[in-house]
């Protein structure tokens, strides 16, 4: 029972956390070794964002199906090709390359060293910092609609850098999206988009890890905390968008530092371990 309290508190975490430009990774490495539960293990972690992805389909179910069919249409009638739907459904294919190439040769590497707190302590603080800055320079005159292939790379290649914990998917998408001129409720929808095709296949890839793998938590608790992180992450998603539409993301940005230098702290004063 123990197990299952811990996989609900997890779900909670990860549903609060996988939209917001914290990373929900690093709070899922860790929250458990504030409780003292010891690390959930990279397949877990993996597993239950497919929760937090089901709810973005749900709730761009409209975008997504008006994306992929005007998509396929393109693929045998010309005249589609310069449509701002087609020309999306390449852009979010094209910006998923980099995390999913990277996510395969790096797989070893992200199991193991990449779940270094103090790696994830360092990362909270300086893309942090690279958070606000790209907030408070970036303009805010580009939509969804002015997106090309070099910021749809660019903004790709961004999001890879949330292999390590701590980077944030969203945090680096939105960061490269304000940098390039991006209004942040277009930075923010693009940045859920983009980050389905990896979360997803990071998540089936880890599936056959629950049993087998390095993990805390075996299926019953996995697919516990999956369901709640869904639940709780559609909540997070409306939220998350009314907010940016007038508001800064200050608030994240001190949040990052704070429980960054906090991580870093607890390591050097013994409390915590790496």
Known sequence: MTEFLQAVVLGVIQGLTEFLPI???????????????????????AVIQIGTEVAVLLY??????????TW?????????????DARMGWYIIVGSLPIVVLGVALKDVIERDFRSLWL???TLVVLGLVLGFADRVGATDKTLKDIGLRDAVLMGLAQ??????????????LSMGRLLGYEREAATRYAFLLAIPAVVGAGLFEL???PNGD????????????IISFVVGYAAIAW?????????????????VVLGVVVLVLLGTGVIAS
């Open 23 to 45: 990373s929900s990774s690093a709070h899922l490495r860790i929250y458990p070794e504030f409780f003292g539960w010891g690390d959930p293990g990279a397949a877990f972690t």
């Open 60 to 69: 761009f179910r409209a975008d997504l199906w008006r994306i992929t069919t």
């Open 72 to 84: 396929l249409t393109s693929l045998v009638r010309p005249e589609y090709r310069g449509h701002v």
């Open 120 to 122: 994830i302590g360092c």
């Open 160 to 173: 890879a850098a949330a292999i390590v914990p701590g980077v944030s998917r969203s945090g680096a998408t």
């Open 208 to 210: 056959k890890e629950i």
């Open 215 to 226: 993990n805390t938590y075996g299926w019953g608790p996995t697919i516990v905390a999956t």
């Open 240 to 256: 998350l968008l009314r907010y940016v539409s007038t508001r800064s993301y200050t608030p994240f940005v001190v949040y990052r």
